[in-house]
């Protein structure tokens, strides 16, 4: 599968997510502008030493992203999405797309791709999200289970 950041800001959590990356075989695309420098010490900390092992795409912008990968199948996580994560059509290519923390997929590209916008329910009214690792961690391993069932 392939992870795709959409203007990641945090490092600690872009860090966790490529040893996500890594640990469920999938590639992960970074779409800027970044919240830090790629090579941050808390960005390969949160990596540890696989960081270097991960199979890893750096796109300029948004634009660039959808031009390289125009016709691959895309599902994007939302909190504003009607559908539930375990309803993606799962794919081993399907690109799974995370907003930024700060405020998630811009409205531009949740009204144009609203029939492909997943969300994980949040039972509480008291928050907004979850944390972005939490939640990429839930979808990957929801596809892996789905991909893997017997």
Known sequence: MNIVLFEPEIP??????GRLSLASGSTLH???PFGFD???KRVKRAGLDY??????IIYD????????NKGCEMAF?????????????????????FGKESNGLGDQIRSK??????????????????NIANAVSIVVYEGIRQLTAT
């Open 77 to 97: 996580l939302s909190s504003h999405g009607a559908q539930r994560y375990t309803k993606i059509p799962y794919s081993e290519d399907i690109h799974l797309i």
């Open 61 to 68: 912008d948004i634009e660039h992203y959808f031009a390289v």
């Open 113 to 130: 791709y609203g029939m492909q916008l997943y969300k994980i329910p949040i039972m509480s009214e008291h928050i907004r999200s979850m």
């Open 30 to 32: 970074l779409v800027k």
């Open 12 to 17: 600690n959590n872009t860090g966790n997510i």
């Open 38 to 40: 790629i090579s941050d």
């Open 51 to 56: 960081w270097k092992h991960l199979d890893l």
